[in-house]
């Protein structure tokens, strides 16, 4: 019950050698300190969250450990968990989502499609909300998250997304090679959106070839300009 044993583990977490669980449990204790000192220790470090008592977290709390890292939010009381502080908490991290009470999730992941769509953020959200829908609407906010999606897994809507989204025309060459699955391919060249040799020799085939020839087509019916 000395206070070495609260230096002592304060100093390991300055220092990334610990963590906040070593703080002696007497500390934890409501009656010990008070508000005031749970505050603090939060913004001493935002892990402090998850240790104190659930009902002396405040509003103060909740904002200070957040905004320190997104994770804080899991140990924020649902009472708590407001659309203000879960924004600021996906904005950190979208991979928190799951932790956002369900009636606000659709309201952020909206938010993310208008504002953000990233595609280096697609696999930190958390599969249960990576839906066929909600994958073709990101798809078509952002037609490069298809580089995010395994080519085993691409499908037709998804290659139909990936066309007509953006705001305007994509083409195969602007996909990683590594995203350039076989049915991808074939829709690109069927719009005109290759060129040929963007597509990985391993894939060549007559479907590919056939897929060439039907986009030719269509640009040699295009009036001149």
Not at 34 to 43: H, Q
Not at 48 to 76: C, G, H, K, Y
Not at 132 to 142: I, K, Q, V
Not at 154 to 163: E, G, S, V, Y
Request: with cysteine.
């Amino acid at each position: 019950m000395s206070f070495s044993g609260l230096i002592g583990a304060l100093r390991a977490v300055k220092e990334r050698e610990g963590s906040l669980e070593a703080v002696p449990a007497m500390f934890w204790e409501r009656d010990t300190w008070g508000s005031d000192f749970f505050l603090e220790l939060t913004k001493f470090h935002w892990s402090a969250i998850a240790f104190m008592p659930a009902d002396e977290i405040t509003e103060e709390i909740a904002r200070e450990a957040v905004s320190q890292d997104a994770n804080a939010l899991r140990s924020v009381p649902i009472v708590l968990r407001s659309l203000q502080l879960c924004l600021e908490a996906t904005e950190r991290s979208i991979g928190i989502l799951d932790a956002v009470p369900p009636e606000l999730a659709c309201e952020l992941l909206n938010r993310w499609l208008r504002e953000s769509a990233d595609a280096s953020e697609w696999n930190a959200i958390p599969t249960s909300f990576r839906t066929d829908e909600f994958t073709l609407r990101a798809l078509e906010a952002n037609p490069l998250t298809i580089e995010q999606i395994p080519a085993k897994n691409h499908t037709q809507a998804m290659c139909d997304a990936f066309l007509r989204g953006g705001g305007h025309d994509h083409f195969l060459e602007d996909v990683g090679v590594e995203a350039r699955s076989r049915i991808l391919c074939i829709s690109c060249l069927k719009q005109g959106r290759g060129p040929l040799d963007a597509v990985p020799r391993l894939l060549w085939g007559p479907d590919i070839v056939e897929a060439d020839r039907i986009g030719q087509s269509q640009d040699d019916q295009l009036p001149d300009s």
